[in-house]
């Protein structure tokens, strides 16, 4: 039974470029969040999507945006990158409804890296 | 809004050792979650344990146990008989009510342990 899955696993992309970073959910699983994590520091959370819209979002500013596909797979998309958005970007995925009990199931991440 | 603070940047103990790391958080909630999350070098998050706020026994997980203490909103991890392959950043998170989905994750800045042989 395959986890979350994440690509690309590294990328490298210039100041003011787009970027779009996959994720497919563990199998079974139907709520996808992604967080960024800056070196050092703990996972911030960016939003989530449950039924293919967004639920909830975090302090992000709409250069952030995303889409859930009706596999449950999803996508982040950071417009206009600027050096701060180098980061590792985590996918989580759980049942909706059932985070309490077993909590989130991570990727690897997909580590950002802007010059 | 809720916050988790993780006062350990870094520890280090021996084998076989115990470890017991630190987490303070900050909420007006009555009924949430907190997770204790370990990250190896291979950057996935792994769920060690989970406390549910609503009951008072704490939870335990073989090696791993908790000291949950609501009135002071304190919740540490200690590590029994440490091994090596317990070196790792590791995160306190809290999670609230569930709102549309599934609830999101708040974490701690990390600790990150080194076990020594």
């Known amino acids: 039974d395959a986890g979350v899955t994440q690509s690309p696993t590294h990328l490298i992309k210039t100041r003011g470029q787009q970027v779009t970073l996959r994720c497919s959910p563990k199998?079974?699983?139907?709520?996808v969040s992604w967080y960024q994590q800056a070196l050092g520091q703990g996972p911030q959370f960016i939003f989530q999507?449950?039924?293919?819209?967004?639920?909830q979002r975090g302090n992000f500013p709409d250069r952030f945006s995303g889409h859930q596909f009706p596999n449950y797979s999803s996508e982040l998309n950071v417009n206009a990158l600027l050096l701060g958005d180098s980061a590792l970007y985590l996918c989580?995925?759980?049942?909706?409804?059932?985070?309490?009990?077993?909590?989130?199931?991570f990727g690897s991440g997909t580590r950002l890296t802007v010059v | 809004a809720q916050t988790v603070t993780q006062s350990q940047p870094e520890m280090s103990v021996q084998e076989a050792e115990t470890v017991t790391l630190s987490c303070t958080y900050d909420?007006?909630?009555?009924?949430?979650?907190l997770f204790w999350y370990k990250q190896p070098p291979s950057r996935q998050m792994i769920l060690v344990i989970r406390?549910?706020?609503?009951?008072?026994q704490n939870a335990t997980e073989n090696r791993f146990s908790v000291n949950f203490q609501k009135a002071a909103k304190s919740f540490s991890l200690k590590i029994s008989d440490s091994q090596l392959g317990d070196t790792a950043m590791y995160f306190c998170?809290?999670?609230?009510?569930?709102?549309?989905?599934?609830?999101?994750?708040?974490f701690g800045q990390g600790t990150r342990l080194t076990i020594n042989p």
């Open positions: 998170a809290f999670s609230g009510v569930i709102i549309q989905g599934a609830q999101k994750l708040v």
């Open positions: 989580a995925s759980s049942p909706a409804g059932w985070t309490t009990r077993y909590g989130y199931t």
């Open positions: 199998s079974g699983h139907d709520t």
């Open positions: 406390q549910e706020a609503y009951k008072q």
């Open positions: 909420t007006s909630e009555n009924n949430y979650y």
């Open positions: 999507y449950y039924e293919e819209e967004e639920r």
